[in-house]
């Protein structure tokens, strides 16, 4: 059973960068039937799916058009964790953050564990 | 990035049947990809209740169930409980946008 453990701060100043760390436990992050996927929910938008990281002999990532200039995703295989890392933030940015598991086997993309969510307020 | 459409909410009394809609496009779901739904319950996080369009994960009721056609997909909850009182959103992948996507959610109201 994998679960996820999620770090990061409940407030950011716009402009600033906000950080998030998941912990993995029962998978290995260079595991290649899993993703490694950051997604946001705010009231305004709803789940909003923003990227991933997976190993496949080499490392990939993809993210959203809308925050792909402003975000990184890094794996780090010895503390077996990913963290999510979103420069220039905005108050559009406050959200709730998830990290989550996504299946990549089979044919099928979907979440099946979840972090516990981190409540990221941007304000000055 | 574009959404799935959803319902706003959708409601019903205790017993029911109801149904959520989830209608995408050519590039999601009418090009053969599954849908997935989501639960989100107050101050939880997101559980998983349908995967590859009318599959259900171990522990999730029979009462909910999940079907696709073309472009378009449900999720039906039969026989409504006041615990399923909560935010359900269908999730697909989209080829053009090499990403996923999200519906914008349905609330779900137990009179």
């Known amino acids: 059973q994998v679960q996820l453990r999620q770090s990061g701060p409940g407030l950011v100043k716009p402009s600033q960068t906000l950080s998030v760390t998941c912990v993995i436990s029962?998978?290995?992050?260079?595991?290649?039937?899993?993703?490694w996927t950051w997604i946001r929910q705010s009231p305004s938008r709803g789940l909003e799916w923003l990227g991933r990281t997976y190993y496949m002999s080499k490392w990939y990532n993809d993210y959203t058009l809308s925050v792909r200039s402003r975000m990184v995703i890094s794996p780090d295989t010895s503390k077996n964790q990913v963290s999510l890392q979103l420069n220039s933030v905005t108050l559009e940015d406050t959200a709730v953050y998830y990290c989550?598991?996504?299946?990549?086997?089979?044919?099928?993309?979907?979440?099946?564990?979840w972090g516990q969510g981190s409540s990221v307020s941007v304000s000055s | 990035q574009s959404a799935l459409t959803q319902p706003p909410s959708v409601s019903g009394a205790p017993g029911q049947t109801i149904t959520i809609s989830c209608t995408g496009s050519s590039s999601d779901m009418g090009a053969g990809y599954a849908v997935h739904w989501y639960q989100l319950l107050p101050g939880a996080g997101p559980k998983l209740i349908i995967y590859g369009n009318n599959n259900r994960p171990s522990g999730v009721p029979d009462r909910f169930s999940g079907s696709k056609s073309g472009t378009s997909a449900s999720l039906a909850i039969t026989g409504l409980q006041p615990e399923d009182e909560a935010d359900y959103y269908c999730q697909s992948y989209d080829a053009r946008l090499t990403a996923c996507v999200f519906g914008i959610g349905t609330k779900v109201t137990v009179l």
């Open positions: 989550a598991r996504e299946n990549i086997s089979g044919g099928y993309y979907y979440f099946d564990s």
């Open positions: 029962g998978e290995s992050v260079t595991s290649n039937s899993a993703a």
